[in-house]
């Protein structure tokens, strides 16, 4: 039986973390008949970032968990699988593989009901600007929106990071349905698996 203790490390702080390497044996150990699928969402090798997301499944191909995390080639060389390896990581953690050692997760400081630090980071904005372009989706509709999904009680972080998983504008236009319903993902995944 996998033990999760014996594969903790110190990270700054002193903080115990357990590596994804260690949460996918534990995941594998405990749930061999699951899956994890990982999908790039964005890469854009000029602006030197990527945004990965992972699904973790079930036996009978019900998600279970998404993740996402975005890297940037300014913190990491290998931002590529930086992003991939850290998606797989929370995906796993929201399933309760390391929930308890993935410092990734908790807020400290940094409340998720809070606008993020730096809003005005040109990298993001940049990406997230180029995204929508891409999507096909004009200033305004964004704007309006990011409104609906602030009233509701969505996190600009959580806004961004929704968005930038959108591969298509159909995507985009089920996220805004989606939110101007109330509905959580997690809550319309659920919905959809017991029709």
């Not at 959108?166 to 089920?174: G, M, R």
Request: charged letters at 25%.
């Amino acid at each position: 039986m996998f033990n999760p203790r014996d594969h903790l490390i110190k990270v700054k702080g002193g903080q115990e973390y357990l590596p994804v390497s260690a949460r996918l044996v534990w995941f594998r150990d405990e749930r061999p008949e699951w899956s994890i699928e990982t999908e790039p969402h964005l890469i854009d090798l000029d602006k030197r970032v990527a945004v990965f997301r992972s699904t973790v499944r079930d036996e009978q191909g019900r998600v279970i968990a998404t993740a996402t995390k975005m890297e940037t080639g300014s913190d990491f060389g290998d931002f590529l699988e930086k992003a991939e390896t850290g998606s797989v990581g929370r995906a796993l953690a929201m399933c309760g593989f390391g929930t308890q050692f993935a410092p990734e997760l908790l807020e400290g400081e940094r409340l998720v009901d809070s606008p993020p630090p730096n809003a005005n980071n040109s990298i993001d904005l940049a990406v997230l600007r180029s995204h929508l372009r891409g999507l096909g989706i004009g200033k305004l509709q964004f704007a309006e929106f990011k409104a609906a999904a602030l009233a509701r009680g969505y996190t600009g972080s959580a806004i961004y990071q929704s968005v930038l998983a959108c591969q298509s504008n159909e995507e985009y236009v089920a996220l805004e349905r989606t939110v101007a319903n109330g509905l959580s993902t997690a809550r319309r995944d659920m919905e959809e698996s017991q029709s």
